[in-house]
């Protein structure tokens, strides 16, 4: 049983380790309304409109309230039921998918905007099979070879991982036990929920295993009177509150160690083998994501100044390459209108700027690592990881010597932005910027300043 730490505490919060399992210690766990920002499920609309997503238009009003949220999910649960009596046919399943995915918001956009779009990255026989075994999970003792089910068919849609994956089994399995409670509601588990309760910044099959079994367990005190989804839903929404918010930054900085989930970056292994869709498998725990060992070639070094190793964004992954950083410095203006950001504090090596006249990022590839060793290759804003730009941004190829590394140059640089800060909140939204070392007394860029940069959507 996880303990229960009254969110005021903050030193038993701070000496949680990564990975260990922690509950807030709440008052009331009864069933509230999801309190997400309703802008993210604007902007999805406005991504699904673009891709030619049939009906997207329809399904929210182009600014949509908590109001609009909640008919949304019970559209999407009477759906469910609807396939769950009948034998469902694959364009509604396929409308099922994209209404789950407009409810969770914008940081699923990916099947949508990379790769060539929806069609090139949805896998139907995939999806059925989550659909299949999510309303066929009879017992707690399921749940862990139900997920290892789950594991091999979402890793069989591309652009779409378990954060997302998670709330499309929640659906499906919720709409399963409402029709016959001796089925199980598998819970979702989200980037969000991963790091309020594990201190991990990504959610992994191991830990949503366990994270599953404890929500359904009659025997857990004080949550069994509560629903698997009101559990969830007080949780997800304590830790988008201010209280929240904190329980995630102490539990992040409380420890320099691996906070990303999974094994440290030295000794991750590859995914393992895929079986057919819907084929379940054995009961063993599979806690790994995809990934290819050979593109991490370092650990993660100690901390600097104070300064806990973080990672990214938890929803820019899979990128192998982030197990190599640990943060970035923000310096001060230097050298005319310029930023420079620096993965450590370690001389030249991974350098960019930000001009703050033309509001630009010019990413520096220095001559002797090369660009695959270089900090903005490793975090993909060069394009190999078609990492997703705001709207009007473009990269632009900037080669050549410059005034700051004659010989060295440019490889690569975005254009478009609107301003220094939206530069800022678009580099937050990947990993974790920190105030350098030495940076002039009332500069903006402080660590309080930078760690409260809303990341840029």
């Not at 007080?234 to 201010?242: A, D, E, P, Y």
């Not at 790994?288 to 300064?307: K, R």
């Not at 899979?318 to 370690?346: C, K, M």
Request: aromatic residues 10%; proline residues 8%.
């Amino acid at each position: 049983m996880p303990p229960y730490i009254p969110p005021q505490d903050h030193d038993s919060i701070r000496n949680l380790h990564p990975g260990e399992f922690a509950l807030p210690e709440l008052q009331d766990w009864d069933y509230a309304p999801l309190n997400l920002a309703m802008n993210t499920v604007g902007a999805m609309r406005t991504n699904m409109i673009n891709a030619g997503i049939q009906g997207a238009g329809n399904w929210v009003p182009q600014a949509p309230n908590g109001e609009d949220l909640e008919n949304l999910q019970n559209v999407i649960n009477q759906g469910i039921q609807e396939l769950i009596n009948a034998e469902p046919n694959d364009d509604d399943l396929i409308e099922i998918f994209h209404k789950i995915q407009l409810w969770g918001g914008n940081t699923g956009r990916n099947i949508y905007v990379r790769n060539n779009g929806f069609a090139q990255n949805f896998n139907r026989d995939a999806y059925r099979g989550i659909f299949t075994t999510a309303t066929n999970i009879n017992s707690r003792e399921n749940i862990a070879q139900a997920i290892n089910s789950f594991q091999i068919s979402i890793s069989q849609i591309q652009n779409f991982g378990l954060s997302f994956g998670s709330k499309h089994i929640s659906f499906f399995s919720l709409a399963a036990h409402a029709a016959d409670t001796q089925k199980i509601h598998i819970p979702i588990f989200d980037s969000i929920l991963s790091k309020g309760c594990f201190g991990m910044n990504f959610p992994d099959y191991k830990k949503f295993k366990l994270f599953s079994r404890t929500l359904n367990n009659p025997e857990e005190e004080p949550l069994a009177e509560y629903s698997v989804q009101s559990i969830e839903r007080t949780l997800f929404n304590f830790f988008g509150s201010s209280a929240g918010q904190e329980w995630i930054r102490l539990r992040l900085e409380g420890h320099a160690g691996n906070a990303n989930g999974g094994p440290p970056p030295q000794q991750m292994t590859p995914a393992p083998t895929r079986r057919p869709s819907g084929e379940a498998g054995n009961a063993s725990d599979i806690s790994t994501e995809q990934t290819n060992p050979s593109l991490i070639n370092e650990p993660n070094p100690l901390a600097m100044n104070g300064h806990p190793i973080q990672g990214p964004h938890p929803e820019c992954l899979p990128i192998p390459q982030w197990a190599e950083i640990d943060r970035v410095y923000v310096f001060a203006h230097h050298g005319g209108p310029y930023i420079t950001l620096r993965e450590r504090s370690n001389g030249n090596r991974n350098n960019a700027w930000i001009n703050t006249n033309r509001y630009t990022i010019d990413f520096h590839t220095h001559p002797s690592p090369g660009l695959q060793k270089d900090l903005w290759a490793k975090i993909g804003c060069c394009t190999n990881h078609e990492l997703a730009l705001p709207d009007g941004v473009n990269v632009v190829e900037l080669n050549g010597p410059t005034q700051h590394n004659a010989g060295a140059g440019y490889s690569v640089g975005l254009n478009g932005f609107e301003s220094t800060e939206q530069i800022l909140r678009y580099i937050r939204r990947y990993v974790y910027l920190f105030s350098a070392p030495g940076n002039p007394a009332g500069t903006p860029y402080s660590d309080e300043y930078l760690t409260n940069l809303t990341p840029l959507e």
